[in-house]
């Protein structure tokens, strides 16, 4: 069994950390324009500063540094297993990468907590609703609570990503196949808090922030997020787009 308690990291330097973000992102956009075919779509819809919360699809390990060589106006804090933090020197590159350490097996309010600290901030997090890679194709699968959760309780506007192709990276030879990798980036919008958030809040969330993600991608890859439900318009009952309410 995989012991998942809370380790105490000692903070790595500030610039050790903006470094290494600056150069694995660019070393993956690198590597995509020259063995693959990367198609990045709707870069006008990031927010250039301000509260953001980043959702995508998850098909790959590599998601996570696609996403920050996709979205360069912003450096997001990914959320991320905290099985991966253990692992000695394999632990550091998300250290490096300025993750924040999940743990999966039950609500993690001390991860909770740090990525409303850092959205009120001003900052942008990251987080793949679906909690792990898709292992059994490509369709989305069911959404986690933390997004909506984090989302209700801080206002921040919410930027949907769509990525299709990374399920092709199966080694290093895929590289010579030059697989067409696609980012898809939606409109922001906000969730709408009526009152208390409750478990009913965070479902409906949980349900539009899915669905906007579905909205981005070709058929095959929504899952149970399918051509039903999906939206066709650019607003959601249950959601404002624009300006977030001021976080609480």
Known sequence: MTDTTPVELRPLPRWSVATFYWASTRLMALVLRVFGRWEVRGREHVPSSGPLLVVSNHLHNA???????????RRIHFMAK???FQKGVLGLPPRLFDSIPVRRDAADLRAIRLAQTLLRSGEAVGLLPEGHRNRHGVGMQPGHPGAAL?????????????????EQIRGIGILLKRPRITVTIGEPFSLRRAGKVDGAAVREGTEIIMRRIAALLPPEYRGEWGSAGVPTMPRLPGSDDGNPEEMR
Do not use: Q
Not at 63 to 69: F, I, N, R, T, Y
Not at 150 to 166: C, E, H
């Open 150 to 166: 984090i989302a209700l309780r801080s206002g921040a506007l919410i930027l949907p990503v769509g990525i299709t192709g990374t």
């Open 82 to 84: 905290i099985e991966l």
């Open 63 to 73: 998601d996570p540094p696609l996403l920050g060589a996709s979205i360069t106006r």
